[in-house]
């Protein structure tokens, strides 16, 4: 139930007050506990980070915490390790050595799933004050999705006095060049719509799109004319003087993608790397040096030149369970599809045995989705029951998107809807888990749904638009998940083990080879349940 958390409060809580009967009579009736899905517990810097997608089946998958990309990247730049490496010199010589620009394209603000503002600061400020580099450029993608709904000024406008102090205090010439909403450029993922990075690559690489000449000005007259519109949507924009845009990116130029997370990386990476691509005409396509913050796919390794080296994440589930034969099956739609695959198999997209294994993608919609909560739910359940009846498989994992996905847009009443669709679907996977005689574990990877207002962190008080209603949330949250084991069979031989300290995500692993009858490795957390 990827984005369902639990929280204690109702006001705003689209599971608390969604029509659940299949989750509220599982809670009633099987041995079930809380596990942490945020901050350290998944390997992120601290437990002011909420949980997300990546960290939350790369947890599950691994079966043990791994430093993730948030951290490694604080550290390769605390150290001065990421200055010092190949990458960085390389790029930094590219573009001097053709009197180029040095460019940044990443996600602008501090949500630490995507990104973080720090680094890309950090960077500027080597590339400035140490490299001396005559000119960089930066071109924003627009948050509102882990952070504040319309909180895009808050980072603009300190970024542009940054940059301001910048350029007085070193002579070099640093300013933004284009940008736009993540949900409209760029930032696309699983090939769900390749039509936003053709988009995001007409913006920062062409030039070409509405000109304006600040990005505090663009922002604000988008809002004006498209009232309710939140970050994440917002059009895409190009930054001009007199003399036209001022930053598109042109033969000699290095360019730096600065999000450090891979499913939204990869696309805008191929576009730039691969010399053989159809997903759309990348006219022009200059000649540069180009490198992402990390290596987004550890198989087809993109891409080529990274600056810091992703988590390892080795002897994941997926890969010991198909050397003990287990035959295992992923299931989502699109959306979710790379994380039950690639994120729950530490970030590769192959499998570690075809024979064993088959993953299936049911295609999803292509609208914004507070118009189709539903999702594929249904789609999904149809067909996950067809597969656990056929007795082809010893282990399923199954990703719902809904709760995570309507949770984002902000909309209550739709991610009331989601909320309800993923209950009506659990339901309906139960009743094929008792008829083929198998276990049902119900949990989640994060919150969002379940905290769909933003609340005072101080006093928890909902916090109100001037007119009184209340502000939304798009974020996923700190709160914990469920861990829920129904056993038709079982008659109550399963209980949860209240002795295994601080429980997470990472317990998840062990915890289905005991429910397999296999002896999990030693190296993984331990296992959640005493079986008697
Ligand atoms: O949509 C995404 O990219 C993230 C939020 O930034 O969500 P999730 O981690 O659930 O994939
Ligand atoms: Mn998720
Ligand atoms: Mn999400």
């Known amino acids: 139930m990827d984005g369902i958390g639990y929280s204690e409060y109702t006001e705003g809580n689209a599971v608390a007050e969604g029509y659940t009967p299949h989750l509220d009579w599982l809670l009633e009736n099987c041995p079930y506990t809380l596990l942490r899905a945020h901050g350290t517990a998944v390997g992120l810097p601290s437990d002011a980070d909420m949980g997300n997608s990546e960290v939350g089946h790369n947890a599950i998958g691994a079966g043990r915490i791994y430093p993730q990309g948030a951290r490694l990247v604080n550290e390769a730049i605390a150290s001065g390790r990421l200055f010092q490496g190949d990458t960085w010199r390389k790029l930094i010589d590219y573009c001097r050595r053709n009197n180029g620009t040095l460019h940044f394209i990443g996600l602008l603000s501090d949500g630490n799933v995507h990104s973080h503002i720090d680094h890309l600061k950090a960077m500027l400020r080597c590339a400035t004050e140490v490299e001396r580099l005559p000119r960089c450029r930066v071109h924003i993608l627009l948050d509102g999705r882990d952070v504040g709904e319309t909180s895009a000024l808050d980072y603009v406008i300190p970024f542009e006095e940054f940059l301001r102090e910048l350029n007085e205090r070193t ?264 008829k083929a005689g198998g276990i049902l574990i119900v949990t989640a990877d994060h919150g969002n749904a379940e905290e769909m207002f933003e609340r005072d962190e101080k006093t928890g008080k909902v916090k109100l638009h001037a007119d009184g209603r209340p502000k939304a949330k798009t974020a996923h949250t700190l709160n914990p998940v469920w861990f829920i084991v129904y056993d038709p069979e079982g008659k109550g031989t399963l209980r949860i083990n209240d002795r295994v300290p601080h429980p997470g995500l990472t317990n998840i692993a062990a915890t289905c080879f005991q429910l397999l009858g296999l002896e999990p490795p030693e190296f993984y957390d331990p296992p959640l349940l005493l079986v008697s």
């Open 171 to 434: 002579g070099s010439d640093v300013r933004i060049a284009s940008g736009g909403g993540r949900m409209k450029i760029t930032m696309d993922r699983y090939e769900a719509d390749w039509g936003m990075v053709a988009l995001g690559w007409k913006t920062h690489v062409a030039g070409e799109g509405r000109a304006f000449p600040s990005a505090r000005e663009a922002i604000e007259t988008y809002r004006r004319e498209n009232p309710g519109v939140i970050d994440q949507d917002l059009p895409p924009f190009v930054i001009a003087d007199a003399s036209g845009p001022v930053g598109p990116i042109r033969d000699g130029d290095s360019v730096i993608f600065f999000n450090y997370r891979g499913d939204r990386a990869i696309e805008i990476s191929r576009a730039f790397e691969e010399d053989d691509f159809d997903k759309f005409p990348r006219e022009p396509r200059p000649k540069v040096a180009y490198a992402g913050m990390m290596e987004y796919d550890g198989d087809l390794h993109i891409p080529k030149n990274y600056l810091v080296s992703p988590p390892h994440i080795q002897q994941s589930m997926a890969e010991l369970l198909c050397e003990r034969g287990i035959r295992q099956l992923a299931i989502s739609e699109t959306q979710k599809f790379g994380h039950v695959t690639y994120f729950w198999n530490g970030n590769r997209s192959g499998k570690f045995n075809p024979d064993l294994e088959e993953y299936i993608e049911i295609p999803s919609d292509a609208v914004p989705f507070e118009q189709r909560p539903w999702m594929k739910a249904a789609e999904i359940t149809d067909r996950v029951i067809e597969e656990i009846l056929s007795g082809r498989f010893d282990f399923i994992r199954l990703n719902y998107p809904n709760g995570d996905m309507v949770g984002h847009t902000g909309v209550y009443q739709a991610a009331h809807i989601a909320v309800e669709v993923v209950d009506l679907c659990v339901g309906r996977v139960m009743k094929a888990v008792e």
